[in-house]
């Protein structure tokens, strides 16, 4: 099951405030960019942060899962708290690089 559109808009909405937030469908699932970073991935209505070291200790009651088959391992991020998702999010943004320029 992919997302639905109003669940991206929602998770949009509660990461209102951490950067510039845009968002880009691929193959029925959805990565959420703060400030043209990956930050956030979006695959049957639940949200996944990477496992980086930055946000161990925000994280510890959290569930860890993959988000698609084949997928490295990911923390869910619970974002009907809006403060405490927005905090995961702008804590993991220095550690996430910028995507690398496609040659054409």
């Not at 880009?24 to 980086?52: H, Q, S, T």
Request: glycine share 4%.
């Amino acid at each position: 099951m992919a997302c639905t559109t109003e669940y991206i808009e929602f998770v949009c909405s509660q990461l209102a405030g951490t950067g510039y937030v845009r968002t880009k469908k691929m193959f029925g699932d959805w990565l959420i960019y703060v400030d043209e970073k990956p930050a956030v991935l979006a695959c049957d209505n639940i949200c996944y942060v990477k496992m980086l070291p930055a946000i161990d200790g925000m994280m510890t009651d959290a569930q860890i899962a993959t988000p698609y088959q084949g997928a490295k391992p990911h923390y869910v991020l619970d974002i009907e708290h809006r403060d405490t998702a927005a905090a995961i999010v702008k804590a993991i943004l220095p550690a996430i690089p910028y995507p690398k320029k496609r040659e054409k």
